[in-house]
């Protein structure tokens, strides 16, 4: 019997991943508040203090995953997260509740810099762009599946179908563990050299200016990205009266979009440099919240309804042009010996707006509803040309797709000193085919 590739193992990982976190995100708060009786402000306050406190494990992840590997963390994460969700059900009280989140939110935090390492050293060039793209598409088929089945377990009655969830969350994520565990990485064959470098703590990526410019660059972007969840619902049932309905049709739009055309979309964006397409996504997401803001003074209608799913779609294309796209430029920019250090910087760049997106889009919304909308659309468009102009800073198999680096051969006879990457360590750099995940 032929043995599953190691695309498909990611992948089937994944989907299972995905599935299981799509059954309960959607009733995170409801489940508590079921099962402890608190007030669903309570919970989510809890919530909302297990997530700040979370974020203590990404500076420890990036640490762990150069000294150990990304697949030992990754896996690890999982196992971490699936037993929280076993001693959910024991949950009555405030006390409780916090102490199984806070292992949920220390897994969450160490997982997105774990989950790029890991894709890092299992693929190469253009091929991480691809696997990626697949991702996000698998991923939202599979948050999207997660729902639906969570939907149709809630008819079996409450305290039975949040037990089922809470538990198939956990197994999902066993599950993932169990398929990513069996993937071999590159990380075996890097050179003593380079696997020595990974000490010196974050002073090395304090030092890498540019990959530093990168990060920050991505916080206007990344408080724009929780407007769908955060701040639309509110936007659109309260200031422009819409029925909470459209809210789901509005999510469901966006959730199939990427899931449908994230692949697609990616296999054209190789073609070009990464920032450059990284870019175009930001000043597409500034489109949708003009568009979003010019909605505010049109009346109900038609119209208004068209209008709406225009900017959505405008918000969704914005995704599919910088989502997978900015996740492998950053990994190309990382340099591979302090790559899990320099991913948890980076990754404090999506963390930190997402934290703090519910009380800072809802405080300017309370101000202006238009200004809101208008200082979104400048902090990403200040973002598009920010890296625009980093661009000529990062590595050139960061920007390029079809570059990597690659030491030129020193001829024989050449003076002492001169290494691979030639006099004063300047870098050559050749065209390079994609390689395919290694088997």
Not at 166 to 186: E, M, N, Q, S, W
Not at 340 to 364: D, E, F, I, K, N
Not at 404 to 413: F, H, L, S
Request: charged share 15%; with cysteine.
């Amino acid at each position: 019997m032929t043995k599953p590739s190691n695309r498909f193992r990611y992948m089937v990982g994944m989907v299972v991943d995905a599935t299981g976190a799509g059954m309960y995100i959607p009733l995170s708060l409801l489940y508590f508040h079921h099962t402890t009786g608190l007030a669903v402000t309570e919970v989510g306050a809890i919530i909302t203090a297990a997530a700040v406190i979370g974020l203590v494990s990404n500076p420890v992840a990036g640490m762990l995953i150069d000294r150990f590997g990304a697949r030992a963390v990754l896996v690890g994460g999982y196992v971490l997260r699936a037993a929280a969700f076993c001693l959910y059900p024991l949950a009555d009280n405030g006390v409780v509740m916090f102490l199984v989140v806070l292992p949920v939110a220390l897994g969450d935090t160490a997982h997105p810099p774990a989950i790029q390492s890991f894709v890092a050293e299992i693929v190469h060039g253009t091929e991480r762009d691809k696997l990626l793209a697949a991702q996000r598409s698998l991923r939202n088929a599979g948050m999207g599946a997660g729902g639906l089945i969570a939907g149709a377990a809630l008819a079996m009655g409450q305290d039975a179908a949040f037990r089922m969830i809470v538990l198939c969350t956990a197994a999902g994520y066993l599950v993932a563990a169990g398929f990513l565990r069996t993937i071999p990485t590159d990380r075996a064959s890097a050179p003593v050299a380079d696997r020595a470098s990974r000490k010196g703590g974050y002073r090395l990526v304090a030092r890498n200016r540019p990959f530093l410019g990168l990060s920050l660059l991505n916080v206007p972007t990344a408080l724009g990205y929780m407007v769908l969840s955060v701040a639309l619902p509110v936007y659109l049932t309260g200031e422009l009266g819409a029925p909470e309905s459209l809210v789901g049709v509005l999510y469901a739009v966006n959730t199939v979009g990427i899931a449908l055309l994230q692949i697609p979309v990616t296999r054209v964006l190789v073609k070009f440099r990464r920032t450059r397409a990284v870019a175009l996504g930001a000043v597409v997401f500034a489109a949708s919240f003009a568009a979003f803001a010019v909605l505010g003074e049109m009346s109900q209608g038609t119209a208004l309804v068209i209008g709406v799913f225009a900017a959505t779609a405008a918000f969704t294309a914005g995704e599919l042009l910088h989502g997978a796209t900015a996740s492998a430029l950053v990994a190309h920019a990382a340099p591979e010996a302090t790559r899990g250090r320099h991913l948890a910087v980076y990754q404090l760049s999506w963390a930190v707006p997402t934290a703090l997106a519910p009380a800072a889009l809802t405080g300017l919304m309370s101000l202006s509803d238009t200004g809101m909308w208008l200082v979104l659309c400048a902090g990403v468009l200040g973002s598009a040309l920010g890296v625009v102009r980093l661009e000529r800073r990062l590595p050139e198999a960061a920007v390029h797709p079809a570059a990597r680096r690659e030491p030129v051969a020193r001829p024989a006879g050449a003076a002492a000193g001169a290494g691979p990457e030639g006099p004063g360590g300047s870098v050559r750099w050749r065209p390079e085919t994609p390689e395919a995940v290694r088997d």
